[in-house]
């Protein structure tokens, strides 16, 4: 028994050495890769403040559910959910209430060239256990996005289902010296340092249409305190925040509405591996 102790405790101690390693060389390979998708670690679990959001994968590492663990539900909280067709490109995504059916919102996504994509969003219609979207219904908004050379979101276009118009001019998605975008309706929008969560995954990117280099930490605005601070952004060993603050109705997170005041922090956590090993 005594053997076995000690066994299990160096064994514990190896394994919390190696994700411990991994973590670090993976910091390392980000580092060095400013512009290359973070996708070394994969996150698992958010928590707002004991609401708990669990992120199932498929085979190939992309979002299949975001879900909430069931020990506080709330009717206003959102589940969302990702398919793809069998080159794993993202083809619909869709978001119900809490272990609800009728969906909110249902994203068709197109590929109708390189480097670009279609999104038909169709609002509060559908049965999320159906195999495929609801019709679309005349005055459906469908917009187009274009992507540069490195799959960065540079302009986005719209039309109106049932208008027989083609979608108007491409309007820039313009970023600053580093990297991030520039908000067009806000005089201040601030940015950490730290990789955006949502280079984690290219999904991510493309849902929550945040292909910034840094994550959003403040923007000043009529719902904020005036007296708000800018919160410190803490980050794992990996270089990747695992906390952010609320910062405003306006902004959200992974398309979840939660925001009691900006002095409050959200976790962020991962698994994180090295180029070439299997699994997490």
């Given amino acids: ?21 991994s973590c670090k060389k993976a910091r390392d390979y980000i580092h060095d890769h400013p512009d290359a998708p973070a996708s070394l670690c994969r996150i698992t679990q958010l928590d707002f403040l004991g609401l708990i959001v669990n992120i199932d994968y498929n085979a190939r590492g992309n979002p299949v559910h975001m879900h909430y663990d069931g020990s506080l539900g709330f009717a ?19 978001v119900s209430s809490y272990q609800g059916t009728s969906a909110r919102e249902w994203h068709k996504y197109g590929y109708p060239g390189k480097n670009l994509i279609s999104d038909t969003a169709i609002l509060f ?10 019709p679309t219904t005349p005055g459906t908004n469908i917009y187009l996005y274009k992507f540069n050379a490195e799959g960065k979101m540079i302009g986005i276009a719209s039309t109106v289902y049932g208008s027989n118009q083609p979608p108007g001019a491409f309007t820039p998605v313009e970023y600053d010296a580093r990297g991030n975008k520039i908000v067009p309706y806000s005089s201040e929008v ?53 906390a952010l603050p609320w910062i405003g109705f306006d902004i959200v997170s992974f398309n979840f509405f939660i925001n009691p005041d900006s ?11 090295l180029p070439g090993q299997q699994g997490y």
């Fill in 1 to 21: 028994m005594k053997k076995n102790k000690y066994f299990l405790l160096a064994f514990s101690t190896l394994t919390a050495l190696l994700l411990l390693n």
């Fill in 190 to 242: 601030l940015y950490d340092s730290t990789v955006n969560v949502y280079r984690t995954n290219k999904v991510w990117q493309l849902v929550y249409q945040d292909y910034s280099r840094n994550n959003r930490i403040y923007r000043p605005d009529s719902w904020n305190n005036p007296a708000d601070v800018i919160l410190p952004v803490t980050v794992n060993p990996a270089g990747l925040p695992s």
């Fill in 125 to 134: 219609a559908g049965d999320i256990n159906d195999p495929a979207p609801p």
């Fill in 263 to 273: 002095q409050y922090y959200y976790s962020i956590h991962y698994a994180c591996q």
């Fill in 76 to 94: 206003f909280i959102s589940e969302q959910y990702f398919r793809y067709d069998h080159n794993d490109r993202l083809t619909q995504y869709y």
